[in-house]
């Protein structure tokens, strides 16, 4: 099996800085990793140093003294950055959080699969992996999903400066995605990776697929009681070119991190991104272009942080600066730089929270500042708000106004509303693109126990003119709404015994004529995981079996370059994943249209045949 550079990189770092001593032992930490608060690490630091020195007394000392040598390592915990959210109290419904355990059962090969958890996604799917995979939420096109990779704003740019395509984001640099969901815009958070304790933790995958499609991951991070750490991790998917199914696709990613944190309360972290993907375009007889690729791309992301906190308790004052610049280019575009320089700070009290960001970029948007406010009066009662100013180029502007309130009330019953006004540039990037009108706001209602969860929402939409996608040549133009759009969604999931959950969305236009998605969109999936905790008790065993299925009516999603529709046929998908779990070692095997269909999210870029691919993940401490 070839291994890839990146991945051979990784692991002779992994052979030179790692003890020999160590024994490597699963990477199964307790739930409370999860908190910001750091503990007292006095005793476990004592513990470490007193087996330590027993080894170094005992040339001959046992297995099971430099196995509990390791385990006192990976109990001692270091301090790491807090992730930077404007933080505060936030209404029900109103995020989805991800962690990297949830992603690794997620039944989810791109983080555009992570985006449908959310009602009212569709994906303008180019074909199976490696092709374009752009959401468009409630028909506002490429410009409705926002990114911030670490707390910086992550652009589009290069040969598309409109939208990102999550395609092209590895899922295994990524440590925990957090959705925020507005009426109209997703706000998408990632966070890289971050490790917490005084052990070496290393990850690597390797996966196959159809037709040679092959993946290739790998990650060894590290941190000392000093406060010295590091993060080194690679990510490579290859998928050759198979004859009418099709066209070639390779990008490889590479994360490289360096810290110092000497204590919780301040720190220094410096990371640098960097991927280079590669795709061919898709072509029809006569040279007619239904999918742009490019060739020689390159991105890369500087990433200058520096952090202080007033206490480890979440609470109190807290400051970020932040530096970082972006640099993209390709074989069709010179190469763009964007340099951004910002700062993050908020207040924090029991029920009470204020922040605010301030951004300066020499690129498209040159001013961009944004206050947040959120107060819990009672535990029934939530109340949050954000303001936003923003200066771009050519002497527009953007101004909006984002308030939440949610009220809980007993018996798991949940409501939330929330509002958007102003006027907003939806691309700054386009010299020609004035600010739009913003009235749109959405109400949640739910009900959640334990083996049941519901939830229905009513959003109003005001008239938009959404951008086309630029990979979709076929498709240069998608009709503006000329009134407002109304939208039903419901979310269910019921748990009736403990290893069955059945879970699933529904979203449609119930008013307005609208282009860009399908109309009547459901996604559901039902699912299987057990422990077989009665064979084996200890729980090291998992196993999961989860059939999904995705079915849309027919509809419009945009227009040729004659004015004619382009049409999208009702269709339906289903997808399956055996995935199996022996302790932190997992295998998975997933496997896309089932039932061999001929239609398409895209017309005339179908998923030709049962695409699948499998392969193995391990994490462990070192």
Not at 97 to 115: K, P, Q
Not at 281 to 295: E, H, I, K, N
Not at 500 to 518: M, Q, R, V
Not at 582 to 608: C, E, H, M
């Amino acid at each position: 099996m070839r291994l890839v550079p990146a991945a051979a990189v990784l692991l002779t770092a992994h052979c030179l800085l790692l003890t020999p001593a160590a024994a490597q032992v699963p990477d199964t930490l307790p739930a409370e990793a999860e908190t910001r608060e750091v503990p007292d690490t006095t005793l476990a630091d004592s513990l470490t140093r007193r087996i330590q020195d027993s080894i170094r007394a005992r040339p001959d000392s046992s297995k099971l003294q430099r196995y509990l040598a390791a385990q006192a390592l990976e109990r001692a915990r270091v301090p790491v950055p807090d992730r930077i959210l404007l933080p505060g109290p936030q209404p029900a419904l109103t995020r989805v959080v991800l962690t990297r355990d949830s992603m690794d059962w997620a039944h989810a090969t791109t983080l555009a699969d992570l985006l449908q958890r959310v009602p009212g996604v569709y994906l303008w799917r180019g074909g199976w992996i490696g092709q374009p995979e752009y959401p468009n939420y409630q028909a506002r096109g490429p410009t409705s999903v926002e990114y911030l990779l670490d707390g910086f704003p992550y652009l589009a740019a290069g040969s598309d400066s409109l939208g990102v395509d999550p395609a092209l984001v590895a899922l295994s640099l990524l440590d925990r995605v957090e959705i925020e969901r507005w009426p109209g815009l997703l706000r998408v958070h990632l966070f890289t990776l971050q490790h917490d304790r005084v052990a070496a933790r290393s990850r690597i995958g390797v996966a196959r697929g159809s037709r040679d499609f092959a993946r290739y991951q790998g990650s060894l991070e590290k941190r000392s009681h000093s406060g010295i750490g590091f993060a080194l991790a690679a990510d490579n998917l290859s998928v050759p070119t198979a004859e009418e199914i099709r066209t070639k696709f390779e990008n490889t990613w590479i994360l490289a991190q360096g810290s110092w944190i000497p204590s919780p309360q301040r720190g220094i972290v410096l990371q640098h991104l960097r991927s280079r993907p590669d795709r061919d375009p898709v072509l029809v007889p006569g040279s007619d272009t239904l999918s742009r690729g490019f060739a020689e791309a390159r991105r890369s992301e500087w990433q200058l942080r520096g952090f202080w906190r007033a206490d480890t308790t979440g609470l109190g004052p807290r400051l970020d600066l932040l530096v970082g610049r972006t640099r993209a280019s390709d074989s069709l575009v010179a190469a763009q730089e964007i340099w951004q320089v910002g700062a993050v700070g908020s207040l924090r009290r029991p029920t009470l929270s204020l922040g605010g960001s301030a951004f300066w970029r020499s690129r498209w948007t040159s001013i961009d500042v944004r206050a947040t406010a959120a107060w819990m009066p009672g535990a029934a009662l939530t109340l949050s708000g954000e303001a936003a100013y923003q200066r771009h180029d050519g002497g527009r502007q953007s101004r909006w106004l984002g308030l939440r309130g949610g009220v809980a009330l007993p018996l798991g019953l949940q409501a939330t509303a929330s509002a958007r006004f102003g006027e907003a540039v939806a691309a700054p990037a386009v010299a020609t693109d004035s600010a739009r009108t913003l009235r749109d706001w959405q109400v949640l209602a739910g009900w959640r126990r334990p083996w049941l969860e519901v939830e229905g929402g009513y959003t109003r939409t005001a008239a938009f003119a959404p951008f086309s996608y630029q990979p979709y040549a076929a498709i240069p133009v998608i009709e503006p709404s000329s009134a407002a759009t109304e939208w039903i969604t419901a979310r269910a999931r019921l748990t009736p015994i403990s290893w069955l959950t059945l879970d699933g969305w529904y979203s449609n236009p119930a008013k307005g004529t609208i282009e860009g998605l399908p109309p009547r969109h459901a996604l559901a999936a039902g699912t299987i995981r057990t422990r077989f905790q009665r064979i084996f008790p200890s729980g090291v065993l998992d196993v999961q079996l989860r059939l999904a299925v995705e079915h849309w009516s027919d509809g419009v999603l945009g227009r040729d370059a004659f004015g004619d529709p382009v049409r999208v046929e009702q269709a339906t998908f289903l997808r399956s994943l055996v995935q199996v779990a022996l302790g932190s070692f997992q295998f998975y095997w997933d496997r896309v249209n089932l039932t061999l269909t001929d239609a398409a999210y895209v017309p005339g870029l179908p998923i030709v045949g049962r695409p699948s691919e499998f392969g193995v993940r391990w994490s462990f401490s070192n």
